[in-house]
């Protein structure tokens, strides 16, 4: 939605583990709402030549211009949802600097569920996503279940690090109930 007079733009991050529906809230919002940019950056990174066959290159190499994509947005005033994994406060940092270095606010959703729950419905995503093929065959080269439980956990400690991130429960089948408690969410954000 455009900012109203005197509000600032925000940078809505939608931040939590593989598979919990950030990009389909993602979507959901930005079509619920006029002039929002929804900024997937695994969208982004499949127009990298060569994505498929280095997945992590192409997101690095996409970054920088995600974020100017999104500085830009914002200081037309517009809000920009940003549906991204981030359990790194020093990525987190640059993407929060992206917001406030043009005068916009900073929101921080954690949609989250239990370790058990994440890691099946990480297992049991499918959709149209290119994409998902990709992480799960990295997921599965770095560590599997192993790797989504040390995610899970880093993003836990990043929740209890930085006090302005709401937690937003997004439990599987429920995406009607998780889509209302992200809106009521940001309401209180503002």
Known sequence: MPSVAGT?????HLNGPPGIGKS?????????????????????R????????????????IRP?????????????????????LADPGEVAKFEASATGVGAQFVEIMLMDGLSASLDRFHRRRGDDPW?????????????????RRTH?????LV??????VVVDSSEGAEDQTYQAFLDALAGTT
């Open 8 to 12: 600032p733009a925000r940078l809505i």
């Open 24 to 44: 389909t809230l993602a979507r959901r919002y930005a079509d619920d709402h006029a002039d929002v940019l929804n900024c997937d950056v695994d969208v982004l």
């Open 46 to 61: 499949t127009l990298i030549g060569g994505w498929r066959t280095d997945f992590n290159r192409a997101g690095a190499l």
């Open 65 to 85: 211009a995600a974020l100017a994509m999104i500085g830009t947005h914002l200081a037309g005033g517009h809000d920009v949802v940003f549906p991204q994994m």
């Open 132 to 148: 998902h093929d990709h992480v799960r065959a990295i997921v599965a080269d770095l560590g599997g279940d192993d790797l989504l």
């Open 153 to 157: 956990e880093a993003l836990q400690v």
């Open 160 to 165: 209890a690090q930085r006090s302005a991130i």
